[in-house]
């Protein structure tokens, strides 16, 4: 038997960022423009629209932690290598795309560094 969900009343502060984020998402117009649309199409808009911040929220945040060049720094203050540890030497900015669970892309110009001694090649984390 499949559990029910909690049947709680959303919070006064949810039910302020709902009302932005429909307008903000192009709900509140998109729904004017269906007015028969179904429930399924009505997940599907807003599910459609909210991976899309999701994805804008996850690069944000992401590249927030983006700020230091590491590359000016000391070698023993450098991100290290994750096979043999040697500090990485840097080798300028790239830019990847990786994809979010709800399957949208997100761009990140990262740092890219190589090991001088095994030569691994990755984007530190951080």
């Not at 043999?84 to 990847?96: F, H, I, S, V």
């Given at each position: 038997?499949?559990?029910?969900k909690?049947k709680?009343e959303?919070s006064?502060q949810?039910?302020?960022?709902?009302?932005?984020?429909r307008?903000?998402?192009g709900?509140?117009?998109?729904r004017k423009?269906?007015?028969?649309a179904?429930?399924a199409?009505?997940?599907?808009e807003?599910d459609?629209?909210?991976?899309?911040?999701?994805a804008?929220?996850?690069?944000d945040?992401?590249?927030?932690?983006?700020?230091?060049?590491?590359?000016?720094k000391?070698?023993e203050?450098?991100?290290?290598?994750t096979t043999?540890g040697?500090p990485?030497?840097?080798?300028g900015?790239?830019?990847?795309f990786?994809?979010t669970?709800?399957g949208?892309?997100?761009?990140?110009?990262?740092?890219?560094?190589t090991?001088?001694q095994?030569g691994?090649?990755?984007?530190?984390?951080?």
């Amino acid at each position: 038997m499949k559990a029910k969900k909690n049947k709680r009343e959303r919070s006064p502060q949810m039910q302020q960022v709902s009302a932005g984020l429909r307008d903000v998402l192009g709900i509140t117009q998109w729904r004017k423009e269906h007015p028969h649309a179904t429930w399924a199409e009505i997940e599907a808009e807003v599910d459609e629209q909210m991976n899309q911040l999701r994805a804008q929220l996850i690069q944000d945040v992401v590249q927030m932690g983006e700020t230091e060049d590491w590359s000016q720094k000391p070698p023993e203050e450098r991100p290290r290598c994750t096979t043999c540890g040697k500090p990485l030497w840097a080798r300028g900015e790239q830019t990847r795309f990786l994809q979010t669970t709800g399957g949208e892309a997100v761009k990140l110009t990262r740092s890219y560094g190589t090991c001088p001694q095994c030569g691994r090649g990755f984007f530190p984390p951080g």
